[in-house]
Structures are given as C-alpha cells and as structure tokens.
C-alpha cells in the first residue's frame, strides 16, 4: 500500500538545538516531494518541493533533503516562531494527487 | 490579492442537515481540491476538479458533493449520508508544470451536532 510516514509524531526543542524530521514513503515512482508548515486552524503553507534524490533546497533555518525513500527537514538553531505542525505529502504515477503524512508536531521553547 | 478564500471560518450544524462550504480563488489554476483534516490523520482527498465542469471523487467521496460551474469557484455540500462529518475542511488548488506546487485555502471548521 503507498503510504507516507512521518517521525516523529511530536518534537520539542530548546531555542537554538538543531534537529531533524523525518519522512519516509513507500509510493513507486515518485513525481515529487512536498513540506508544509501549519500552524494552528490555519490551511497548510508550502515550503518545498523535492523531485530527484540528492535534491536540497533551503529556506531561512530549514533545509530539506530527498533520498530514495525519504525525506528529512533540517531545522539549524530553531526559534519559537518555528513551532508548528509540519506535513509532508508525496505526488507519484500519473495524477496531480498527493498522500498526505500524519505530521510532526515540532514546539520550540525560548 | 490573490489566493483561496473559504468561508465561513467555522460552521455550526445540527445532524440530518446539508451543509455547503465555500471555495473561491483568484490564481487562475484549473485544479481544485477538497481535503478533509481530522486530528492525529493525515489530510485525506474527498473530490477533485482539474477543469471546469468535471470533477472526480477522491478517497473518502461519501456523503460529499461538489460542483464546478466557474473556474474560481468548488463549493462543498457536506450531506447527511456523512457518518462524522465534523472536521477541519481545506480546499486547495495547484501550479502545473515541473514546478508543481498545491496551495491551501485557510480552512473552515465545520462542527454538527
């Protein structure tokens, strides 16, 4: 069964201590990668876009990876404002559609 | 401005009535799409568009009905065939091209009771 599974299901961070969220997926024939940000009763925020493996991209303190079969977003010396639920989400074959993971719930105390 | 706006924020219903959510968008994208977000799940497709005038179910399509007359707009009526129909409802649309991206509205809680 394709599936998308995200680890861990929460996270909490001091101020400034680096860490790493994971995705792993099980679709064949992966079109594409995303990461969102969402915070509280609030629709999700696109952050990322991944389509080939090695692929990185950056944005302010966060950087994501893709591998063959994962995912990791890299948070370098988080702040409070980065607290958040963050989703990943895989698009594969021949539809626009995309498989949503449950989430890691990252809190970032001062 | 352009984006997604639903409305309203959140909506309240009594059980056995229908209920209808709004999705409006000014991107000009063909594609939209109606997730349903229950806590502790990942966000499940309920119906999709990508053209005006066709729309196809998603993974959970019961006790759902879309429609798709202009290209800005994909209300949702939630029925009462809807077993649990309390949830956070988002409608999204997407980019085409190599730079795919799927854009979220800013939800609408829907609670019956």
């Known amino acids: 069964e394709d599936q998308v599974t995200q680890s861990p299901e929460a996270l909490r961070l001091q101020e400034g201590e680096s860490s790493s969220l994971n995705c792993s997926y099980t679709v064949s024939g992966l079109r594409g990668l995303f990461w969102y940000r969402q915070d509280p009763g609030k629709g999700p925020e696109f952050l990322f876009t991944?389509?080939?493996a090695g692929e990185e991209k950056e944005k302010e303190r966060l950087k994501a990876t893709l591998t063959k079969k994962e995912s990791f977003l890299h948070i370098t010396a988080p702040k409070p404002e980065d607290s958040a639920t963050y989703l990943c989400?895989?698009?594969?074959?021949?539809?626009?559609?995309?498989?949503f993971g449950t989430g890691t719930l990252l809190a970032v105390q001062p | 401005d352009g984006g997604i706006t639903q409305s309203p924020k959140y909506l309240f219903r009594k059980e056995g009535q229908n209920v209808t959510l709004s999705c409006e968008q000014n991107?000009?994208?063909?594609?939209m799409y109606w997730y349903r977000q229950d806590p502790g799940q990942g966000l499940r497709l309920i119906y999709y568009?990508?053209?005006?005038?066709?729309?196809q179910k998603g993974d959970i399509a019961e006790g759902y009905s879309v429609s798709r007359e202009k290209k800005e707009s994909f209300p949702l009526t939630v029925t009462s065939a809807q077993k649990n129909p309390t949830a956070f409802y988002l409608c999204a649309t997407n980019t085409e091209g190599r730079d795919y991206e799927q854009y979220f509205g800013p939800g609408t809680r829907l609670t019956v009771t």
């Open positions: 568009s990508q053209i005006v005038n066709d729309f």
């Open positions: 991107l000009n994208h063909d594609a």
């Open positions: 989400a895989v698009q594969w074959g021949a539809t626009n559609k995309l498989i």
């Open positions: 991944l389509y080939s």
